[in-house]
Every structure is written in C-alpha cells, then in structure tokens.
C-alpha cells in the first residue's frame, strides 16, 4: 500500500516495489472495469480535477481527463503558453488561482524540470506529474509497466532495452526508476550523443548498437527524437538515424521472438520505428499502452483521493 502521507504523484524515483506493485493491481481491476463499461461514478464525485498542460499533449491529456470523468470528477482542461511570460512568476500566480478555486487534483505538464514539484508545495490539490522536462513521467512508466505484466505476467528478471533519444526522455528516467525498482534488468541503446553522461550509474547496461543492446531482450522500448529539446547537431539526419536506430524488422530479430514493441507515442514513423513494426499485432503493443493508460490514471487518481481523504 502506498503510504496514506503521499498527497502527490511526482516521480518514480523513491518509489518501493510493494507501493508500485498496489497501483499495478488496483489498475488492473480498472482494466476489467473499463471493458465491462462498469467503472464506478461516484468516487470523484463533486471533486475538480484540473489538466494544466504547459506543452502540447494528445494521450496523456485525454487519457487523464477520461480517467477524471469516469470516476465522476468535474474535470477542466487548461492549456498555457509559456512562450512569452516569466516561467517563475506565472506558476505561482497559476498556484493562487487554482487555491482560490478549490481544485482537488491538479495534474500538471511542463517543459521545465522540477515546475510539478514546485506547484506541489504551493497548491492545496494532490499534484500529478504529467512530464516535466527532462526529469519524469511517472504515469506513462507506470502504464508501461501495466502493459507488460499483462503481456508476461511479471516484470522481474525481464530484459527492457530502451532505445533512442534517452537524453532528452522523462519517459526513459521514469521507467528505469520503476523497471529497476521492479527487479527488471534494463539497457538503454543509442549513439552516445543522446545517451546521458554517467548513465550506467543509475544502474542500466549501456549499449551504443541495436544488435547488441538488442540481443535476446523481452521488451524493446523505443523513444522518440525529442527534436523540441535537442541542440542542433546531435542527430546528423533522420534518416542516418533511422538506418543505424530505427526500429525494424531486421534490428527487432536479435530480440527473444516473443519481445514485446512499445513506444510511448508520439511517433516518427520512419525515423525511429518503421511501420511494419510499430502496426505488427503480434509484436507491437503499442495501442494496448494507451489503453493502459487510462486504467493506470483512474488507479492514481483513485489512489491519490483517498490519501487526501484519509489525511483530512
Ligand atoms: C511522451 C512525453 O510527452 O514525454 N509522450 C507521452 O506522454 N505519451 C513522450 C514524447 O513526447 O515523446
């Protein structure tokens, strides 16, 4: 069980196996709720739950605020440009309002590292992390993590490779936190100018060729080229990138033959995954992960009301 303190959901890091474990099985009952279309109306019910992204979104958005509304909560959706405003400032002028509106849950997504964090400690709502930065999306590795237990039925002592961009993916640091945590042994692949420095400290297998870092693995991982975030000069050109990292049938067949294809999606087809691969129902499960998604963030939001609850 996760400790009745813990109001917000803002990394993985820190995170035990039991408390990973709970929101994995509560997400599960969720699954089979969402496909029974019985999922219960009235937990959120008469709470606010406000999606306030400060970069663009299509899964993580909808699937928070589908999450909200089948639990029962009134749920709005705020999108700000940080384009031309003092970051700083703006938050905490967004932290006032949002106090001054009784929002219950806040889930929040911002390109700066550590902005949930800071809201967390000026806002009276539970905060969730819906990426920030660099550092962490801890729902999307939580929804990771949901798919591939389904899929194998454990994640301990499975292999992930995860591929590409690692250095500029919150959804890369979330998963090896929660993989690792999870007795998982992880790698992660790609040429060493989108590979953190010191990367193996955190405890992975570095690898800087796919057949390689591929060899034998349970589930293949692949990142998108986070270009929004990369200084010029660190990928010499898509298609370079796509023919040395770009997921294909070729690269895919140094994995066990039952290695699971995921990708967080939004997806470069061509350039990091080809299509073939990333629509091949027996390989990719790619569509299965959004699904997952809104499971595993009606089980946060579930998880995280009765925390405030318990704490009122
Ligand atoms: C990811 C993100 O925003 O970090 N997308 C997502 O939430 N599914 C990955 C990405 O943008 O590449």
Same mark, same amino acid.
């Given at each position: 069980?996760?400790?009745?303190?813990?109001?917000?959901?803002?990394?993985?890091?820190?995170?035990?196996?039991?408390?990973?474990?709970?929101?994995?099985?509560?997400?599960?009952?969720? /699954?089979?709720?969402? %496909?029974?279309?019985?999922?219960?109306?009235?937990?959120? +019910?008469?709470?606010?739950?406000?999606?306030?992204?400060?970069?663009?979104?299509?899964?993580?958005? &909808?699937?928070?605020?589908?999450?909200?509304?089948?639990?029962?909560?009134?749920?709005?959706?705020?999108?700000?440009?940080?384009?031309?405003?003092?970051?700083?400032?703006?938050? =905490?002028?967004?932290?006032? &309002?949002?106090?001054?509106?009784?929002?219950?849950?806040?889930?929040?997504?911002?390109?700066?590292?550590?902005?949930?964090?800071?809201?967390?400690?000026?806002?009276?709502?539970?905060?969730?992390?819906?990426?920030?930065? &660099?550092?962490?999306?801890?729902?999307?590795?939580?929804?990771?993590?949901?798919?591939?237990? +389904? #899929?194998?039925? %454990?994640?301990?002592?499975?292999?992930?490779?995860?591929?590409?961009?690692?250095?500029?993916?919150?959804?890369?640091?979330?998963?090896?936190?929660?993989?690792?945590?999870?007795?998982?042994?992880?790698?992660? /692949?790609?040429?060493?100018?989108?590979?953190?420095?010191?990367?193996?400290? =955190?405890?992975?297998?570095?690898?800087?060729?796919?057949?390689?870092?591929?060899?034998? /693995?349970?589930?293949?991982?692949?990142? #998108?080229?986070?270009?929004? %975030?990369?200084?010029?000069?660190?990928?010499?050109?898509?298609?370079?990138?796509? %023919?040395?990292?770009?997921?294909?049938?070729?690269?895919?067949?140094?994995?066990?033959?039952?290695?699971?294809?995921?990708?967080?999606?939004?997806?470069?087809?061509?350039?990091?995954?080809?299509?073939?691969?990333?629509?091949?129902?027996?390989?990719?499960?790619?569509?299965?992960?959004?699904?997952?998604?809104?499971?595993? #963030?009606?089980? /946060?939001?579930?998880?995280?009301?009765?925390?405030?609850?318990?704490?009122?």
């Amino acid at each position: 069980m996760a400790p009745p303190s813990r109001r917000h959901l803002l990394q993985i890091e820190g995170m035990d196996r039991p408390e990973i474990g709970a929101l994995l099985d509560l997400a599960e009952s969720y /699954v089979l709720l969402n %496909r029974t279309g019985k999922t219960p109306r009235d937990l959120l +019910r008469g709470r606010t739950l406000i999606n306030l992204f400060f970069e663009d979104s299509t899964r993580t958005r &909808t699937s928070f605020e589908l999450a909200g509304k089948r639990l029962g909560a009134d749920v709005l959706n705020m999108s700000v440009s940080t384009s031309s405003v003092n970051k700083g400032e703006t938050l =905490l002028d967004t932290a006032a &309002t949002l106090n001054a509106m009784h929002c219950d849950l806040l889930v929040v997504r911002h390109d700066q590292s550590g902005a949930p964090h800071l809201l967390a400690q000026k806002v009276e709502a539970s905060v969730v992390n819906a990426g920030d930065g &660099t550092h962490e999306h801890p729902t999307q590795a939580l929804l990771d993590a949901l798919t591939i237990r +389904r #899929r194998r039925g %454990r994640i301990e002592g499975l292999t992930v490779a995860i591929c590409g961009d690692v250095m500029h993916s919150r959804v890369a640091r979330s998963n090896i936190h929660l993989l690792l945590a999870m007795g998982a042994s992880v790698r992660v /692949v790609g040429p060493p100018t989108l590979l953190p420095s010191a990367v193996e400290r =955190l405890g992975v297998e570095v690898f800087h060729d796919m057949a390689s870092g591929l060899a034998g /693995v349970d589930v293949v991982m692949m990142l #998108r080229l986070q270009k929004e %975030r990369m200084a010029k000069g660190l990928v010499p050109s898509a298609r370079e990138f796509f %023919r040395f990292f770009g997921l294909d049938k070729a690269k895919l067949a140094a994995a066990a033959p039952h290695a699971l294809v995921m990708h967080p999606g939004p997806m470069n087809r061509g350039v990091e995954i080809a299509s073939d691969v990333a629509d091949d129902p027996l390989r990719s499960v790619i569509r299965e992960q959004v699904e997952m998604g809104v499971a595993m #963030r009606m089980a /946060v939001l579930d998880r995280l009301t009765r925390a405030a609850l318990a704490n009122a």
